[in-house]
């Protein structure tokens, strides 16, 4: 069955070093999604992805945050400048169109930021 | 803007008890999804409600939606221990693509 894929699985990174978080959506889906949990907490939407666009994005993205669709297969979350609080899971999420349509979860990457 | 509750927080259970988790949400909408989520894991989906009455079954798990009270319920029939889990609801407002979510409800069966 085809899945959402993410590397890495971990991430230590000291405060203030940018950050790529990779993801490969399942392969014939068209919009794409960033995610994070903060330890404990819920799940809160970062930014859609669509026709390499940002399609929508929520008050967490700022630009500190960036995405990429550099080839036909990856998505990229860079964090430029990693604060404290970016400590996270963050989770990758793709879905074979728009609106009501199931979003596919991948396995997350935790990120520490010291 | 839209908040999403759930209830309760925490669920301890005996196996093969009954119990419902609440889902309210503050806006319209006909877009619910449930997920479940063990520790460490990533999100799975578990039922898609689109519409004022849906209602969707898949083994000891049912959800329904009333779009009219804003409220999707997850019902366990007979809980097992492998249920033990984060649920988690989620709203799609608007044909958009942002999921906003509960809080989830940790699921514990007891044998």
């Known amino acids: 069955e085809p899945e959402v894929t993410q590397t890495p699985s971990h991430q230590v990174t000291q405060m203030g070093q940018e950050v790529i978080l990779r993801c490969v959506p399942i392969?014939?889906?068209?919009?794409f999604y960033w995610y994070r949990q903060i330890l404990g907490q819920k799940v809160e939407f970062l930014v859609s992805f669509y026709n390499n666009e940002i399609s929508e994005k929520s008050e967490i993205f700022d630009d500190q945050f960036s995405v990429e669709r550099p080839d036909g297969s990856n998505f990229t979350l860079k964090i430029r400048s990693t604060k404290l609080e970016d400590s996270a899971m963050y989770f990758c999420a793709s879905s074979s169109s728009g609106g009501a349509e199931t979003q596919y979860f991948g396995p997350g990457t935790r990120l520490l930021v010291l | 803007e839209l908040k999403v509750e759930q209830n309760p927080l925490f669920l301890s259970m005996q196996e093969g008890k009954n119990y419902t988790i609440y889902c309210n949400y503050s806006t319209t909408s006909d877009r619910l999804y449930w997920y479940r989520q063990d520790p460490g894991k990533s999100l799975e989906s578990l039922f898609v409600l689109l519409s004022n009455g849906a209602v969707k079954q898949e083994g000891r798990l049912m959800a329904s939606l009333d779009t009219k009270a804003r409220l999707s319920t997850l019902h366990i029939t007979a809980a097992v221990h492998d249920l033990s889990a984060t649920y988690f609801c989620?709203?799609?407002?608007?044909?958009?693509?942002?999921?906003?979510f509960g809080g989830g409800t940790r699921l514990m069966v007891k044998p």
């Open positions: 392969s014939n889906h068209l919009y």
């Open positions: 989620a709203v799609n407002l608007n044909a958009g693509n942002m999921l906003t």
